[in-house]
């Protein structure tokens, strides 16, 4: 019988050495973000064609983590969750891809230029941001970024607005370059902030003052516009509501419109109803205010171009020089969403329904319509 010969020691431990190190690098991969990422990719949307039918009714619906204001980009639905995101297809509610990371909590979401911009957090500050393509799911960039855990996302036209109660953060969507940061001011918090056509609009309150300021930025440079005290003389703080053509806010019962270039103030709109039904949009040069069951678009002016019943929002859907050259607007009406020309408030179409939600924002998206709620996401056909 051949006799068993005894490895030399140098082989035994060169065996052992490449096992611990296997089981080592097993322990690390189990752990690191490639493993706990997952993600899907497709192709790019078939955006359907057509208009909403006459009579609409419920088609599929979700709850999700929202972007602010438009959930629809790039012919796909966008939704999030604890620990990433998925577009959806308007028509069907079935995913098209996702982005996920097991290991990490989400912090804010918000969709732009085609781009699907996340935040995510790995321990206690939100410092990891990813911006993927809204149509395919494909990456796009990746970087660093140190955010506070508590700061949402917002954005507008080519600006990603990271903020938190001590400062704000600005980037690029297309690219994953920090335009610009800028801190509140020692002994202030932030109340509020807005990305829009005007620029970043920040609401501040300093310990002991009497008054808050609202101040808008630009967008691009960071370079300020102007400040403007707000007397705070009612039970609650002012809210800062947008800032497109016109920076508005609700304070003191009213709602404000201020001027881009000074702070003028060029409209007030007085508020009798619940507090927490006012919104505002735009819709290219207009800025849209939504309260007391109406809405009203204010021309450069402040002037009324139109004002029509409402029980929301509408919006483009698209962004940059498409929301901005957009003709038509859905509008949230009862029974009925109803389509009228941007520019006049003239009612071009209506798509009768049941029961239509209080402070939804509505998209049409071929025959489609889709409602972004608070917390979910209803749509009709």
């Known amino acids: 019988?051949?006799?068993?010969v005894r490895p030399p020691l140098r082989v035994i431990v060169w065996a052992a050495a490449t096992v611990a190190l296997l089981v080592v690098a097993t322990l690390l991969w189990r752990g690191s973000d490639a493993a706990a990422t997952e993600s899907t990719i497709a192709s790019p949307a078939d955006v359907p064609t057509g208009t909403p039918a006459g009579d609409v009714s419920a088609a599929w619906s979700t709850d999700a983590a929202l972007p602010a204001a438009t959930v629809v980009q790039s012919g796909r639905v966008l939704v999030g969750s604890r620990h990433g995101v998925r577009a959806l297809d308007p028509v069907t509610g079935e995913e098209a891809w996702h982005y996920t990371r097991s290991n990490a909590?989400?912090?804010?979401?918000?969709?732009?230029?085609?781009v699907a911009v996340a935040v995510f957090a790995t321990a206690d500050r939100c410092?990891?941001?990813?911006?993927?393509n809204a149509g395919t799911g494909v990456r796009a960039w990746t970087r660093n970024i140190l955010l506070r855990g508590d700061a949402t996302?917002?954005?507008?036209?080519?600006?990603?607005?990271?903020?938190?109660?001590t400062g704000i953060v600005t980037l690029d969507p297309t690219g994953d370059n920090i335009r610009w940061r800028s801190e509140a001011p020692a002994g202030c918090r932030l109340l509020g902030t807005a990305a829009g056509s005007s620029g970043i609009a920040v609401l501040q309150r300093c310990d002991g003052g009497e008054v808050a300021q609202l101040r808008l930025f630009d967008g691009f440079d960071g370079s300020a516009h102007w400040s403007r005290d707000v007397p705070l003389t009612g039970d609650a703080e002012p809210r800062l509501l947008g800032a497109g053509p016109l920076t508005t806010l609700l304070v003191d019962g009213e709602v404000q419109a201020f001027?881009?270039?000074?702070?003028?103030v060029l409209a007030s709109l007085p508020v009798t109803g619940p507090a927490?039904?006012?919104?505002?949009g735009d819709a290219g040069a207009l800025t849209l205010v939504r309260a007391d069951d109406q809405l009203t678009a204010l021309d450069a002016t402040g002037a009324t171009a139109w004002a029509v019943p409402a029980l929301g929002l509408p919006t483009s859907g698209g962004s940059g020089k498409d929301a901005r050259e957009a003709t038509e607007l859905l509008v949230p009406e009862d029974g009925a969403f109803v389509l009228r020309d941007t520019v006049t408030g003239v009612e071009l179409g209506r798509s009768a329904v049941d029961d239509v939600p209080d402070r939804g924002i509505a998209t049409t998206v071929g025959p489609v319509v889709v409602l972004r709620l608070p917390d979910r996401i209803l749509t009709y056909r």
Request: net charge negative; with cysteine.
């Open 127 to 132: 410092d990891e941001a990813v911006g993927l």
């Open 276 to 280: 927490e039904d006012v919104q505002a």
């Open 153 to 165: 996302l917002s954005s507008t036209d080519r600006i990603v607005l990271a903020s938190s109660p």
């Open 105 to 114: 909590r989400m912090c804010g979401l918000t969709v732009t230029n085609g």
């Open 259 to 264: 001027a881009p270039a000074d702070g003028t």
């Open 1 to 4: 019988m051949p006799r068993l």
